[in-house]
């Protein structure tokens, strides 16, 4: 089972470098965190009650929707500041 999950053996950690074993302490943290991060994306997403608690909010999808599609704004720059049109 060691083997498998790739972790040393206390005689292989005791003639490990420093660099190595922060190396490997580094890599454990990042791949739990790692993990984590996509448990805690998903799980509400498969536990939703309601399909709709699935996707954004309408209000939210509507007001990302209409910044994407909005004309940009004019800027220009003067001796007082930046002046924004429209």
Known sequence: MRNWLLIPTKEQWNKW???????????????LSLLLTVLFFVL??????????????GALLAA???AIHQEPALV????????IEG
């Open 76 to 83: 220009t720059q003067t001796n007082g500041g930046i002046e």
């Open 64 to 66: 990302i929707e209409d």
């Open 17 to 31: 470098s420093l660099p190595s074993k922060l190396t490997f302490a580094g890599t454990f943290v990042g791949v």
């Open 44 to 57: 509400p997403l498969i536990f939703a009650s309601d399909p709709t608690e699935k996707r954004l909010d």
